[in-house]
C-alpha cells in the first residue's frame, strides 16, 4: 500500500488547484490552493476572512486535504496509483460520490463510505484497470455538468494528467507534469490565464509594427500618409489573428 503517495502528490494537487481566486459565478466563494472560504471556517473553527483565505499556507492546506479528503477514502490503504486518482476525485467532487464510484465499479454496495468490504473488493483488481475505470467515470460525470461546455476543456485535462501519474504510480515509475501555462478551473474555480499581452509573442509582433510604420514615417507627404493608412489596417488585421494564435497555442 502506498503510504507515501499522500507527499508525493499533493505538488500536483496544488498546481491543478492554483493560488487565491474569488470568482462571482464560483459558489465556493474565495478560494485558495482549493480550499473554500467555508471549508477554511470549518476547519480552524471559526469565521475567516478573505484575507485569511488569500493568506492561507500550503502547509495549512495539505493538513486540510489529508484530513477531509485522504482519509475518508482511507488513501493509505489503497493500491498505489488508485490511491491518488480516487483522492483528486474526491478533491473536486466530494469524497462520498468518489466511493461510490469506485463501489460501483468494483461491484460492492455504494454507500460511499470506504469500508473494508470495499478494500478487500479493491485488492482483488488490478490497480491499472480500477484506474482507467475511475477517470472514465469521472469524466463521464464532469461531462454531465452545466458548466461542461465552458470548463470542459480543462476539467478534461486535468483527468489526463491524473490518469498518467496515477498509471505511473503503479509501477512505482517518476512521471513529470506537462507545464501548466495557465490553471484551468476545477469544478468550482476559475481559469487563471496569463495576460496575453505579456506574451513575448505579442511583443514581438508588436515591435515589428512598430519598425514598418518607422520607415513609412522616415519620409513626409500625401502618399507616405496613404501607405501608414494601409500599413495601420494591416496591422490592425494581422495582429487580431496573431494574438487568436497565440491564446489557442497557450490553451
Not at 8 to 22: I, K, L, Q, T, W
Not at 66 to 94: C, H, K, M, T
Not at 208 to 237: D, N, Y
Amino acid at each position: 500500500m502506498a503510504v507515501e503517495t499522500f507527499d508525493r502528490v499533493m505538488p500536483d494537487v496544488f498546481a491543478h488547484e492554483g493560488g487565491y481566486v474569488d470568482h462571482p459565478k464560483d459558489p465556493g466563494g474565495a478560494t485558495n490552493h482549493g480550499v473554500t472560504h467555508k471549508t477554511l471556517a470549518a476547519w480552524r473553527g471559526k469565521p475567516v476572512t478573505k484575507a485569511d483565505v488569500r493568506n492561507l499556507s500550503r502547509a495549512e492546506a495539505a493538513l486540510i486535504y489529508r484530513a477531509q479528503y485522504w482519509r475518508p477514502i482511507r488513501g493509505d490503504e489503497l493500491p498505489a496509483g488508485v490511491d491518488y486518482a480516487l483522492f483528486d476525485f474526491a478533491i473536486n467532487s466530494g469524497p462520498a460520490r468518489a466511493v461510490k464510484t469506485l463501489q460501483q465499479i468494483v461491484g460492492v454496495p455504494a454507500d460511499g463510505i470506504m469500508g473494508a468490504i470495499t478494500l478487500d473488493a479493491v485488492s482483488k483488481r488490478s490497480p491499472a484497470d480500477l484506474i482507467n475505470a475511475l477517470c472514465d467515470a469521472r469524466l463521464a460525470f464532469l461531462k454531465g455538468l452545466k458548466g461542461w461546455p465552458t470548463f470542459g476543456r480543462g476539467w478534461g485535462r486535468r483527468v489526463a494528467e491524473v490518469r498518467a501519474k496515477a498509471l505511473s504510480l503503479t509501477s512505482g515509475a517518476p512521471v513529470a507534469m506537462a507545464p501548466t501555462l495557465y490553471e484551468a478551473p476545477t469544478e468550482r474555480g476559475e481559469a487563471q490565464e496569463p495576460a496575453i499581452w505579456n506574451k513575448p509573442e505579442t511583443l514581438a509582433y508588436a515591435a515589428t509594427g512598430v519598425g514598418s510604420l518607422s520607415s513609412v514615417f522616415a519620409g513626409s507627404g500625401p502618399l507616405q500618409w496613404a501607405l501608414a493608412a494601409v500599413v495601420l489596417i494591416a496591422a490592425g488585421v494581422g495582429a487580431y489573428y496573431a494574438i487568436r494564435r497565440i491564446r489557442e497555442a497557450y490553451q
